[in-house]
């Protein structure tokens, strides 16, 4: 079992930055890959970026990749994107989740077993 709690969220003008976090409990966390996705209203919940077991592979939404980074702290169980050069498009409600299986990152959400509650993050033109 893995609880997810994400935090970070807000509003922020196009062109900021803003940082993420994902605090993780449970035995499994260490060893699970870690996805950021994102739900706009009225939008299906896409992939944005994961991060392996280890916190060595990443990867990213074509949206996502040179705009944000994801890291993780696997003493301090935490996942965090540092998201910058934000745009209006990005405003969506974000959520972590858990994927146990240790092969190559995986960008379906119905392949992630454990999910956080979400956060907001909202952009201003």
């Known amino acids: 079992q893995v609880q997810l709690v994400e935090s970070g969220g807000g509003l922020v003008q196009a062109g900021g930055s803003l940082r993420l976090s994902c605090a993780a409990s449970g035995r499994t966390f260490r060893t699970s890959a870690v996805g950021w996705f994102r739900q706009a209203p009225g939008k299906e919940r896409e992939f944005v970026a994961a991060?392996?077991?280890?916190?060595?592979?990443?990867y990213y939404s074509p949206s996502a990749k040179g705009r944000f980074t994801i890291s993780r702290d696997n003493i301090k169980n935490t996942v965090s994107p540092q998201m910058s050069d934000l745009k209006p498009e990005d405003t969506a409600v974000y959520y972590c989740?858990?994927?146990?299986?240790?092969?190559?990152?995986?960008?379906?959400?119905?392949?992630?077993?454990?999910w956080g509650q979400g956060t907001q993050v909202t952009v201003s033109s």
């Open positions: 991060v392996d077991w280890i916190g060595i592979s990443t």
């Open positions: 989740a858990a994927d146990s299986y240790r092969g190559p990152l995986r960008t379906g959400a119905p392949e992630y077993a454990y």
